[in-house]
């Protein structure tokens, strides 16, 4: 996990963490999504294997809204939606759809079968995605070689999750671990 960990931070840029005041509300609040993140897989193991994956997936959905609702209701207000092209709507419907919705479905799933550290291990692919399809969609983006020693290192990192996992005889089953 450290590597995999390691090689996010590398792709992101150590170098471009900052403490400022203007960005320090919006780093600790990530931070803090990421704390209660890692605190959701721990502790809904055990939901997840009671009911059906969208069924979790539908309440995890309408109590983050009613938790981020109360944040954006002002700026909803005031949104000038006639004035959004139908390009960043498409691109909203697809962030919600695939992004979002879809992630936790399969988090969920995941959780289903095998050990909450393998699941939260593939976190750090997320922003590896991002920087290789961020070319496509971002004129001055490119592939570089910090990007592909970073996708390397977190790669290499979730191998090393999984070999642990098969070493320790949970394997991957196809079933879910209540079957």
Known sequence: ??????????????????????????????????????TYFVYSKSVVGRYHPITVSFYVMLFASVGVLPLGIGSIASMRFNEVSPTVWWWVGYIVLFPTILTYLLNIWALQRVSSSLVAGYIYLQPLFAAAVAPLLLEDEQITTR?????????????????????????????????
């Open 1 to 38: 996990m450290a590597l995999a960990g390691a090689g996010a931070i590398y792709l992101i840029g150590p170098d471009r963490l900052s403490l400022a005041p203007e960005v320090a509300l919006g780093n600790a609040l990530i931070v803090l999504g990421m704390i209660c993140y890692a």
């Open 147 to 179: 990007t592909a020693v970073a996708g390397l290192a977190i790669f290499l990192g979730l191998g090393l999750v999984i070999l642990a996992e098969v070493r320790q005889h949970r394997g991957i089953p196809l079933a879910p671990v209540g079957e």
